[in-house]
C-alpha cells in the first residue's frame, strides 16, 4: 500500500512561483511513475506532469517551460516546481503514483491572483 501526502499549495501572485512536494510511504516507491495532476472547479482532472523511475518526463502542453518535475528516490518524494503562474493555474492540485494501480494523495490547493 503506498500513501501519498502533498504539501507547498498556496496563495500567490500572477508571475510566481510555488514547489509542491508529495511524500510517499510504502514500498516500491521507486518503481512506478510519478504525477502531478490538477482539477480546476468545473473542469475534469487533467495531467500536469509524470516523470518515470527512470527519470523521462512528460508534460502538458500549457505548462512546458514554466513547470519542472523531479524525484528523489532515495526520500520517497516527488516535486513540482511552478514558475510562472497564471490564473488559469488555479486548481487543487493532486499527487499520483501508479504501479499496477493508481494511487492519489489528498490534494493540495493552488490559487495564483491576478
Known amino acids: 500500500q503506498v500513501q501519498l501526502v502533498e504539501s507547498g499549495g498556496g496563495l500567490v501572485q500572477a508571475g510566481g512561483s510555488l514547489r509542491l512536494s508529495c511524500a510517499a510511504s510504502g514500498s516500491a516507491f521507486d518503481i512506478g511513475t510519478m504525477g502531478w495532476y490538477r482539477q480546476a472547479p468545473g473542469k475534469q482532472r487533467e495531467l500536469v506532469a509524470g516523470?518515470?523511475?527512470?527519470?523521462?518526463?512528460n508534460y502538458a502542453n500549457s505548462v512546458k517551460g514554466r513547470f519542472t518535475i523531479s524525484r528523489d528516490n532515495a526520500k520517497n518524494t516527488v516535486y513540482l516546481q511552478m514558475s510562472s503562474l497564471t490564473p488559469e493555474d488555479t486548481a487543487v492540485y493532486y499527487c499520483?503514483?501508479?504501479?499496477?494501480?493508481?494511487?492519489w494523495g489528498q490534494g493540495t490547493q493552488v490559487t495564483v491572483s491576478s
Open positions: 516523470i518515470t523511475s527512470g527519470g523521462s518526463t
Open positions: 499520483n503514483y501508479r504501479y499496477r494501480r493508481d494511487y
